[in-house]
């Protein structure tokens, strides 16, 4: 997480930023999914994921949602060449991180402490 902030702090490489940024939110959206008794399932699918989180009453869905439907497309988008046509929003992506760093925190809250 520390990486993706730091690049959008600085606005360095804006397509790779958001794509670990989409990572990071699967992965917590992930975390959270197998805490409430989801089967882990192979996929980078954000909208499914989110679509679980709906289905299992998560708390976490109003949050989540506007940060899974900015970033929805860009496992693909950002990965591939010719859809870099616009120029980049780091504004957008500050918010897009800070949200993601509050879902994180939650998420973390909510996990066991390992030791």
């Known amino acids: 997480m520390d990486l993706v902030r730091m690049a959008a702090e600085n606005e360095i490489s804006h ?10 939110l699967e992965k917590i959206l992930k975390a959270e999914l197998i805490r409430i008794g989801w089967g882990l399932e192979k996929t980078h699918d954000l909208d499914r994921l989110l679509q679980n989180l709906v289905e299992r009453n998560s708390d976490l869905v109003p949050a989540a949602t506007p940060i899974c439907d900015a970033l929805v497309d860009v496992y693909f988008t950002d990965r591939y060449p010719g859809f870099d046509l616009d120029d980049p929003d780091w504004p957008k992506l500050r918010a897009q991180v800070e949200g ?6 939650t998420v973390k809250s909510r ?3 390992s030791g």
Do not use: F
């Not at 397509?15 to 990071?24: C, Q, V």
């Not at 993601?100 to 925190?105: K, S």
């Open 100 to 105: 993601v760093t509050a879902l994180l925190e």
């Open 15 to 24: 397509a790779a930023a958001r794509s670990k940024l989409a990572e990071i």
């Open 111 to 113: 996990l066991p402490a």
